[in-house]
């Protein structure tokens, strides 16, 4: 699988906005860019999901760069809820079963 | 609907002894995933059902580990005998079918094995 690259961690002040980065300069063509998190003493959770285009759901957006080397989680408004793991990770297409290949994520820290 | 559930929540053991984890995946779900993170490491996949067959188990560590999911529902992960580098918080996670293309895996919250 191919890797990704994130920051160790990141703070951001609550009712603001985060932009979490991802790098995956291997990333090839078919490989879709997954965002799951890690809330303290809780499992992941999935977040987003993206292959090309810009995508947004209630949790949040993805912005995926034109060469798709790099994308970015954005949380629009943090809230202290926010703070966990961040993971980004790269996927066979969707259907496909396989397993997800964590690395160390951000960890998000929110600020009240 | 009911989330993936884990059981139990904490086990502490001494080395040598037998554990056995127990995963419910969400209904209706064929895939059944496990992973462990030990301390201080990234989370790791361990194997992988479809229904009750395995898929993958390329990352299970040794032959202490047996996986089963007897009937396709819930699966059972025991390690015997424990040695102290088992310690960790296991997770199982459950996603639908293939053919529904479907993408989330949804996590249990884990259990959290202390081998002394």
């Not at chain 1, 703070?11 to 090839?28: F, G, K, M, W, Y």
């Not at chain 1, 063509?29 to 499992?43: A, E, F, K, M, N």
Request: net charge neutral.
């Amino acid at each position: 699988d191919a890797k990704t690259t994130q920051p160790n961690s990141m703070e951001s002040n609550e009712e603001e906005p985060v932009h979490l980065p991802c790098n995956h300069s291997t990333i090839s063509g078919t490989d879709y860019i997954h965002w799951y998190r890690q809330l303290p003493s809780q499992g992941p959770e999935y977040v987003i999901h993206g292959l090309t285009s810009n995508v947004n759901n209630r949790m949040a957006s993805l912005a995926i760069a034109e060469d798709r080397k790099s994308s970015t989680l954005i949380l629009h408004r943090a809230t202290l809820r926010d703070a966990a793991v961040y993971y980004c990770i790269l996927r066979a297409p969707p259907g496909s079963a396989r397993q997800l290949t964590f690395g160390s994520g951000t960890q998000l820290t929110v600020l009240p | 609907e009911a989330g993936v559930t884990q059981f139990p929540s904490h086990s502490v053991i001494e080395k040598g002894q037998t554990v056995t984890l127990r995963c419910d995946p969400i209904s209706g779900h064929d895939n059944l995933y496990w992973y462990r993170r030990v301390m201080g490491k990234e989370i790791k996949f361990l194997l992988h059902f479809v229904k009750e067959s395995k898929q993958d188990e390329s990352g299970m560590p040794n032959n202490r580990f047996l996986a089963e999911r007897t009937g396709g529902t819930y699966s059972t992960l025991k390690v015997q005998p424990a040695e102290l580098e088992d310690s960790g918080v296991y997770f199982c996670a459950s996603s639908q079918p293939t053919w529904t293309g479907s993408y989330e895996q949804y996590f249990g919250p884990g259990t959290r094995l202390t081998v002394t």
